[in-house]
Nanobody, 126 residues
């Protein structure tokens, strides 16, 4: 499995922005689709966004479109999640995940991922 380490979480006010990063190691990074999930206390894990291996194809949950942007830099083995216009309901622990998907795939189900980071906490205050 690939090892993943998230960073960039923190405390922000509603309407603010954060950029999360996920650094990968241990396996060829471009062989994985990369996704972001989040989980709030007492809530189920929720899909946020995904980017395919190297095709540049992305997929977002409808509620994230226009606010969140996922990107990757394969040369740096890093995937990013730019979060704008943050809302209190965005408060959660955000997890980076890697999926051994096909070239064009954008997996949305947690079961499609086999490597997970330990998470970075995002808190949005009002």
């Amino acid at each position: 499995q690939v090892q993943l380490v998230e960073s960039g979480g923190g405390l922000v006010q509603a309407g603010g922005s954060l950029r999360l990063s996920c650094a990968a190691s241990g396996r060829p990074f471009n062989m994985y689709a990369m996704g972001w999930f989040r989980q709030a206390p007492g809530k189920e894990r929720e899909f946020v966004a995904c980017i395919s291996r190297s095709s540049g194809k992305t997929y977002y949950l409808d509620s994230m479109k226009g606010r969140f942007t996922i990107s990757r830099d394969n040369a740096k083995n890093t995937v990013y999640l730019q979060m704008n216009s943050l809302k209190p309901e965005d408060t959660a622990v955000y997890y980076c995940a890697a999926s051994p998907a096909t070239y064009f795939a954008v997996p949305t189900q947690s079961k499609e991922y086999d490597s997970w980071g330990q998470g970075t906490r995002v808190t949005v205050s009002s």
